[in-house]
């Protein structure tokens, strides 16, 4: 028996199914859907502004991927 099934069109962009969902914590009146569209919002606005802590010497040796692109790459 389901009480509360998660669903959402079919489509390119999923957000709520179809892929690994984050939880967060919510508190009254936030739904887990406005949490992510809202973390969805600011990843594609600020995304390339957050500093990458590791310096860009050694994310380039081992072959890791700018901080942005790995954050927008969760979207």
């Known amino acids: 028996m389901m009480f509360h099934p998660e669903y ?3 489509g390119k962009d999923l957000l709520h199914t179809g892929r ?3 939880v ?3 508190t009254a ?3 887990q859907k406005q949490i992510r569209k809202l973390i969805r919002i600011a990843l594609e606005s600020f995304a390339d502004s957050i ?3 590791v310096p860009r ?3 380039t040796g081992m072959g890791l991927c700018e901080l942005g692109d790995a954050l927008k790459k969760c979207l």
């Open 29 to 31: 009146g936030i739904s």
């Open 57 to 59: 010497s050694i994310s």
């Open 8 to 10: 959402e069109p079919y």
């Open 24 to 26: 967060y914590p919510t």
């Open 20 to 22: 690994l969902v984050p």
């Open 51 to 53: 500093l990458d802590p």
